[in-house]
């Protein structure tokens, strides 16, 4: 069976990571741009980042027969540096043109502040202007419901956004139902310290059903790792579901949503 990660950050997980998702069927992912770890001190490191994802990572990728796409931005983390963030948005338009790069993402709220919200705007409005898909991230934990509906209240009401080339991340319970009802795309992640643990994504595909819904590891920096997004896919076949339904969710759905950039190759399985 195929899959797709369609959120992954590559730049912090090992070679062995690269071999574990090719042994389990993982033949493309996502990366959007996200934290170091730390805050940069200044736009040419994040230079440098974008050229690690758009020009580095993918020779990485491809030895283990993985296509690699990737997304460009400042995080929500470091937007709260307004002067530094928008040296960083002068960086992107130049890169936008890139055969590798899908979209604008993952750009959202942090701890929803008015800084954080500035920049969210300022990325919206590059995305809109080059026609860009748009991969967003929602806060955490207790600041989410909150982030989730400030987000998605900016897009609608922002009449050049089209809600189908738009993907909110890191939905849970509490939050897909907004996504969702605004046509949104979601996506679950399965993260099990701080987002969904498998069952939980799970639980979810069954209760909302699997339609525009991508499911990925966000592996990072922290506790986590590409083996959730096959834990996941191991759970909803556990449970009864055929082959061809967790291919149309771990496969297929990203390949919809992906395939709205015509840099995307991967065509969706009938």
Known sequence: MKLIDPHIHCVSRTTDDYRFMARCGVVAVSEPAFWAGFDRSSAASFAD?????????????????????????????????????????????????HPRVLGIGEIG??????????????QVDLAAKHNQLILIHTPHLQDKHKGTAIITNILKNDRRIDPQRVLIDHCEEHTIRMAREAGFWCGLTIYPRSKLTPQRGVDILEQFGPEKICVNSASDWGDSGPHTLVDTVLEYRRRGHAEA?????FFNNPCRFFGQCDKWKIPAQR
Request: proline residues 4%.
């Open 109 to 122: 709220l942090n701890k929803n502040t008015a800084n954080e919200i500035t920049i969210f705007e300022e």
């Open 245 to 249: 339904e967790a291919g149309e969710i």
């Open 49 to 97: 980042y974008f050229h690690h994802l758009t020009d580095v990572e993918p020779v990485r990728a491809a030895q283990y027969g993985i296509e690699h796409y990737s997304w460009l931005c400042i995080n929500a983390k470091e937007a709260e540096n307004v002067p530094l963030a928008r040296e960083v948005i002068r960086l992107i338009p130049l890169l936008l043109d």
